[in-house]
């Protein structure tokens, strides 16, 4: 087959140096080994989650089809959300969905990992709500160690993520503040539109 399309009988062949244009010394074998089908099947690729397993760490999905994970929700997805304004989806898959979590924070110094808990005597179970979200949470007294009162504590959601990176950058000792502010009481001006 191979002399057939005029090369050796025995599949080796002279092969000329693409740097230099000399000729290469050795004989190489030019030819196929084997062919191997290739399989590409939806039953092959298709992954399905509602619930499961998640990272101990960051609270979020884990991610791989083998470890029973989430399909990742990347830079280009939340890109193509912002782009077409759909603000409340965004905030559904990258937030409620994925690592919900309350947090206390001093709106006095800004805070966020210095909250701690007084205990009280009566355990009552209050409802927030919080961006559209129902949370039950123990009725606690939260008090700030930086500023020792407990008068500017407020109740924020948030990414897990973001008290994370808030732990590790307290690690290096960078300090992050947080200025809290309710959006209902300030809407927005259109003069600058």
Do not use: W
């Amino acid at each position: 087959m191979l002399a057939s399309y005029g090369f050796n009988h025995h599949g080796t062949e002279v092969l000329y140096s693409g740097l230099f244009g000399t000729e290469l010394q050795f004989e190489i074998f030019i030819g196929p080994v084997y062919y191997q089908r290739l399989r590409h099947m939806v039953s092959d690729k298709f992954q399905v989650r509602t619930t499961g397993r998640i990272d101990q760490v960051t609270k979020q999905p884990i991610g791989g089809r083998k470890h029973g994970g989430g399909i990742r929700f990347g830079e280009m997805e939340r890109d193509a959300l912002l782009a077409h304004g759909a603000s409340y989806l965004l905030h559904d898959r990258l937030h409620t969905c994925s690592d919900y979590h309350v947090a206390d924070v001093c709106s006095l110094c800004g805070s966020l990992l210095s909250a701690t808990v007084i205990k009280s005597d009566t355990q009552k179970k209050s409802k927030r709500h919080l961006l559209g979200v129902n949370t039950v949470r123990p009725a606690k007294n939260f008090t700030c160690q930086a500023c020792q009162t407990n008068k500017g504590m407020e109740t924020v959601a948030m990414p897990y993520v973001f008290r994370y990176l808030a732990a590790e950058l307290a690690a290096m000792n960078i300090k992050l503040d947080l200025r809290l502010s309710n959006r209902r009481e300030a809407p927005p001006s259109n003069e600058s539109c």
